[in-house]
C-alpha cells in the first residue's frame, strides 16, 4: 500500500465549476497535510497545507481534513483555466529535524473553456 | 532573492556511467532536499542534508549518495546509472529551522532531466 494515494486522473472539470481532488494516507503519524501544485514542464509549488480536522479557506481553495478517515481534499472553486495543472498531496510525519514530505503521484486537473 | 538553482538541466548519460548533479538553495536556507520525479511513480524522497549533515534519507540504493557543502550548495551522484534511473531531479531548499519547526513549505528548482541510453 503507497503511503500517500491519489487518483492519478485525468480530471476534466467546465470552467467555473468546482474542483473535487482527492488523497488518502496510509500512515497515521502522520501530521500535516500539503497541497503542492505542479504547471506542466514546471516545479511543484506549495498552495495549501492544513495541520487539523476540518476546513480550512484560501480565496478560491479550500482544503478539508478528516484524520479519523485519513483523508484530505481539496476544493477549487470557481474553477479557471490556470488551475489546469497537478495537484500533489503531501504528508509529514513531524519530528525533530525531520524535514521529509512525501507525496502522492499527483491528479491531473484540466478546466474545459 | 534568486530561486534554487540548478544545473546542469538536461543531460544525456549512458548506462554504467556516473553523474552529478548540482544545487544552490536560496540564500539563507540551510536545508536541502532531493526528489526524483517519474511519471509512473511521482515524486520520491532521496534524502536531506542541512547544515552538512544527511539528516533523512529514502529508499533507494547505495548508488545514489549526496553531500552539502558548508555554503549549503549540495550534488548529488547517481554512480553506474541504469536505464530506470532515467528521470527529473529536483532539489528544494528550506529555512531548515523556524519557529515552531518545518512548515512543510519546500522551494524547488526547476530540476535536472536525466536520460539514461
Known amino acids: 500500500q503507497k503511503e500517500v494515494e491519489q487518483n492519478s486522473g485525468p480530471l476534466s472539470v467546465p470552467e467555473g465549476a468546482i474542483a473535487s481532488l482527492n488523497c488518502t494516507y496510509s500512515?497515521?503519524?502522520?501530521?500535516?497535510f500539503f497541497w503542492y501544485r505542479q504547471y506542466s514542464g514546471k516545479s511543484p509549488e506549495l498552495i495549501m497545507f492544513i495541520y487539523s480536522n476540518g476546513d480550512k479557506e484560501d480565496g478560491r481553495f479550500t482544503a478539508q481534513l478528516n484524520k479519523a478517515s485519513q483523508y484530505v481534499s481539496l476544493l477549487i472553486r470557481d474553477s479557471q483555466p490556470s488551475d489546469s495543472a497537478t495537484y500533489l498531496c503531501a504528508v509529514i510525519k513531524r519530528g525533530l529535524g525531520n524535514e521529509k514530505l512525501t507525496f502522492g503521484t499527483g491528479t491531473r486537473l484540466t478546466i474545459i473553456p | 532573492k534568486a530561486g534554487v538553482t540548478q544545473t546542469p538541466r538536461y543531460l544525456i548519460k549512458t548506462r554504467g556511467q556516473q553523474v552529478t548533479l548540482s544545487c544552490s538553495p536560496i540564500s539563507g536556507h540551510r536545508s536541502v532536499s532531493w526528489y526524483q520525479q517519474t511519471p509512473g511513480q511521482g515524486l520520491q524522497f532521496l534524502f536531506e542534508y542541512f547544515s552538512e549533515t544527511q539528516r533523512n534519507k529514502g529508499n533507494f540504493p547505495g548508488r545514489f549518495s549526496g553531500r552539502q557543502f558548508s555554503n549549503s550548495r549540495s550534488e548529488m551522484n547517481v554512480s553506474t546509472l541504469e536505464l530506470g534511473d532515467s528521470a527529473l531531479y529536483l532539489c528544494?531548499?528550506?529555512?531548515?529551522?523556524?519557529?515552531?519547526?518545518?512548515?512543510?513549505?519546500?522551494?524547488f528548482g526547476e530540476g535536472s532531466r536525466l536520460t539514461v541510453l
Open positions: 528544494a531548499s528550506s529555512p531548515g529551522i523556524t519557529p515552531g519547526g518545518f512548515t512543510g513549505e519546500l522551494f
Open positions: 500512515d497515521r503519524g502522520s501530521q500535516s
